[in-house]
T-cell receptor, first 110, second 112 residues
Framework: DAKTTQPPSMDCAEGRAANLPCNHS???????VYWYRQIHSQGPQYIIH???NNETNEMASLIITEDRKSSTLILPHATLRDTAVYYC???????????FGQGTTLQVKP | DTAVSQTPKYLVTQMGNDKSIKCEQN?????MYWYKQDSKKFLKIMFS???????INETVPNRFSPKSPDKAHLNLHINSLELGDSAVYFC???????????FGQGTRLTVV
């Protein structure tokens, strides 16, 4: 199972873009990168996923490097409600197993 | 309508008791999971079922037994509860093994 590395914490000013990095150097060719977040003690919430192309949805954008060894989640205009723990995960498509690391605690400040 | 619902939301029980946590999803998904989040906030998969078939059993003590009566339900039964079982348990479902998962709101289990 591919392992991911994220900074433990980041701050972002409200209204600014939040860029959350993730390293996944051992990712295999057919493994997807998924991002989830957990707000306080709620259940984890799916944000976005990608294989090798950049992706965008109503919540965020995902930029994956050409060698697929790292990615960046971008929240274009962070709000106070985006304060959460953000998890970058490489999905094992044979088992569906999500391996959650420590994640990045994003604090959005007014 | 809640997509993935768990009951109860809170459960306080004494050591040695047997308890169950129920999970239901109304998304028509084929795959369901149980995750455990301990006091240090680490989330770890316990079980996954695909079309009612057990796919993952992550070295969970056999006091924990998942039961899937149909594809919409995956219940977790725990025998002889121990203090170390205190945690938040999350149920999740996904359309298949390689698609995004949707999580319930969790069941906070406290063993006293």
């Amino acid at each position: 199972d591919a392992k991911t590395t994220q900074p433990p914490s980041m701050d972002c000013a409200e209204g600014r873009a939040a860029n959350l990095p993730c390293n996944h150097s051992t990712i295999s060719g057919n493994e997807y990168v998924y991002w989830y977040r957990q707000i306080h003690s709620q259940g984890p919430q799916y944000i976005i996923h990608g294989l090798k192309n950049n992706e965008t949805n109503e919540m965020a954008s995902l930029i994956i490097t050409e060698d697929r060894k790292s990615s960046t989640l971008i929240l274009p205009h962070a709000t106070l409600r985006d304060t959460a723990v953000y998890y970058c995960i490489v999905l094992n498509s044979n088992t569906g197993k999500l391996i959650f690391g420590q994640g990045t605690t994003l604090q959005v400040k007014p | 309508d809640t997509a993935v619902s768990q009951t109860p939301k809170y459960l306080v029980t004494q050591m040695g008791n047997d308890k169950s946590i129920k999970c239901e999803q109304n998304l028509g998904h084929d795959t369901m999971y149980w995750y455990k989040q301990d006091s240090k906030k680490f989330l770890k998969i316990m079980f996954s079922y695909n079309n009612k078939e057990l796919i993952i059993n992550e070295t969970v003590p056999n006091r924990f037994s998942p039961k899937s009566p149909d594809k919409a339900h995956l219940n977790l039964h725990i025998n002889s509860l121990e203090l170390g079982d205190s945690a938040v348990y999350f149920c999740a479902s996904s359309r298949s093994l390689n698609t995004e998962a949707f999580f319930g709101q969790g069941t906070r289990l406290t063993v006293v």
